[in-house]
């Protein structure tokens, strides 16, 4: 089975505007800013053979406020500038109580399924509790940036940037393969 890197899509690879404190997600191709300085990182990430999924809630779309279409213009454009694999969506709003809005583990056991990830072995990345959560529910390794939106759930690292983040996973990676070996 493979390993899988989960990254939270809004703030860790795209910017996000900040409004009273919470982060609001892009709602058009216009206002996307794909975080460019992810590629190498990213790259690095895929070449020691981890697949990346980037995850993300959009309640926006279950609201009616985020057009399905445009969404998917800027996923296109995700995909076209970063070295991913698959990026997984929950649509739904909280009050849908669906399986797989973050903190639910869905998205990751969804991903998992189609791509036959070892989640026991697989990581998280983000700047907000949320996935910290669904990586602890999944069975995966979470590592968090340092963020206002940490809250107090279980977490495995906290670093200063995704550049540490990527360097921890692959010392990680190593020490695991050496364990099995
Ligand atoms: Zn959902």
Same mark, same amino acid.
């Given at each position: 089975?493979?390993?899988?890197?989960?990254?939270?899509?809004?703030?860790?690879?795209?910017?996000?505007?900040?409004? @009273?404190?919470? #982060?609001?997600?892009? $709602?058009?191709?216009?206002? *996307?800013?794909? &975080?460019? /300085?992810?590629?190498?990182?990213?790259?690095?990430?895929?070449?020691?053979?981890?697949?990346?999924?980037?995850?993300?809630?959009?309640?926006?779309?279950?609201?009616?406020?985020?057009?399905?279409?445009?969404?998917?213009?800027?996923?296109e454009l995700l995909r076209r500038l970063?070295?991913?694999?698959?990026?997984?969506?929950?649509?739904?709003?909280?009050?849908?109580?669906?399986?797989? @809005?973050?903190? #639910?583990?869905?998205? $990751?056991?969804?991903?998992? *399924?189609?791509? &036959?990830? /070892?989640?026991?072995?697989?990581?998280?990345?983000?700047?907000?509790?949320?996935?910290?959560?669904?990586?602890?529910?999944?069975?995966?390794?979470?590592?968090?940036?340092?963020?206002?939106?940490?809250?107090?759930?279980?977490?495995?690292?906290?670093?200063?940037?995704?550049?540490?983040?990527?360097?921890?996973?692959?010392?990680?990676?190593?020490?695991?393969?050496?364990?099995?070996?």
């Amino acid at each position: 089975m493979k390993l899988g890197v989960f990254i939270e899509r809004d703030g860790v690879l795209n910017l996000v505007r900040i409004e @009273r404190q919470h #982060q609001v997600s892009p $709602l058009t191709l216009e206002e *996307f800013h794909v &975080k460019m /300085d992810a590629v190498p990182l990213l790259k690095k990430l895929k070449a020691a053979g981890l697949t990346l999924i980037a995850t993300t809630n959009q309640p926006g779309i279950s609201r009616g406020y985020q057009n399905r279409r445009e969404m998917d213009r800027m996923h296109e454009l995700l995909r076209r500038l970063l070295p991913i694999d698959d990026i997984m969506v929950c649509p739904h709003d909280e009050t849908d109580r669906c399986p797989c @809005r973050k903190p #639910q583990p869905g998205l $990751l056991v969804e991903a998992a *399924f189609k791509w &036959k990830l /070892d989640l026991d072995r697989s990581f998280v990345i983000s700047d907000k509790w949320q996935d910290a959560e669904a990586a602890r529910t999944a069975g995966c390794t979470s590592l968090l940036i340092e963020s206002p939106w940490l809250g107090k759930v279980h977490r495995d690292f906290v670093l200063p940037d995704l550049g540490a983040i990527v360097d921890k996973i692959l010392h990680l990676q190593t020490a695991g393969r050496a364990m099995v070996a």
